[in-house]
């Protein structure tokens, strides 16, 4: 509970065995009151893992529906615990899950109502080992997108580490959205057309050989993929093209479903607690 709001911290996992034991722990247990893990078929032991920590809900897809697809079970499922603030936590420990607090208070305060986790502010993405080619498609695609939103500036559009009220995961269609890693940057676009407010913190990144990261190849899909959302945000802005993820119509997320996109492994309404597994 922070500041009177239920904090709900929702983690899309995938072959994450390695690394979820110390991202789980990092995690500031004394204000988190429910961590939902949501499996998208791996390969490894993450289940297990999960099981051991004591991870209050688990949901384990049928079969692997994408990074965008396990984020809208995730969402839903947070939704449905009577979540008022959820934050994304990815468990490769690529970001620091010590300020899941920091971000949670910047939305209880009031002042926003999505919070992003920015590599590039701060000492930069680079010292936390980001690769030059990514650091450099990052800066050049986060500039067309300032310059095609408009409405804000951010320093970067590509953090997987973010906090939202409920309200935004009520409002925005986000089931119009891809269930590809494009995901992400569809929901920053909508959240700017749905005019809610956004903010940014530090956060030091860390690659290594565990945590998650795209190819080449799927990195360029990611980025043709970017640049499609903006075109899409600007021309729909000026009503030329009307895209389905901007309008009020779009197909929003629906509380009660998340369990028909997997198996409920574990459920439990108790207060989360580190574990030394």
Request: glycine share 8%; aromatic share 10%; charged share 20%.
């Amino acid at each position: 509970m922070i500041n009177g709001k239920k904090l709900v911290v929702v983690m899309p996992a995938y072959n994450a065995e390695q690394t979820l034991v110390q991202t789980y722990n990092d995690l500031p247990h004394d204000i988190v009151d429910e961590v939902i893990l949501v499996d998208d078929h791996s390969r490894d032991h993450t289940i297990d893992v999960a099981r051991t920590l004591g991870i209050q809900t688990i949901i384990r897809h049928n079969q692997n529906t994408g990074y965008g697809g396990n984020q809208k079970t995730c969402y839903t499922a947070a939704l449905e615990s009577g979540a008022d603030i959820v934050v994304m936590v990815h468990p490769d420990y690529q970001y620091s899950p010590k300020l899941c607090g920091a971000i949670s208070w910047m939305i209880a305060s009031g002042e926003y109502d999505m919070v992003l986790a920015s590599r590039i502010l701060g000492r930069g993405a680079l010292q936390g080992g980001m690769p030059i080619w990514k650091y450099i498609a990052n800066r050049f695609l986060t500039a067309f997108e300032n310059l095609l939103l408009g409405d804000v500036k951010l320093s970067e559009y590509h953090t997987g580490y973010r906090a939202f009220t409920r309200k935004v995961l009520e409002t925005l269609p986000l089931a119009e959205n891809s269930d590809d890693f494009v995901f992400d940057n569809q929901m920053i676009a909508q959240a700017v057309a749905f005019k809610f407010n956004l903010g940014e913190i530090s956060c030091p990144t860390r690659y290594m050989p565990e945590a998650s990261s795209i190819n080449f190849k799927r990195s360029v899909k990611y980025g043709f993929g970017v640049l499609g959302t903006s075109l899409a945000y600007r021309l729909d802005r000026m009503g030329i093209v009307r895209s389905a993820i901007f309008r009020d119509e779009g197909r929003r997320l629906e509380p009660g479903t998340s369990a028909q996109r997997g198996e409920v492994i574990s459920v439990s309404r108790a207060t989360s607690a580190p574990s030394q597994a």
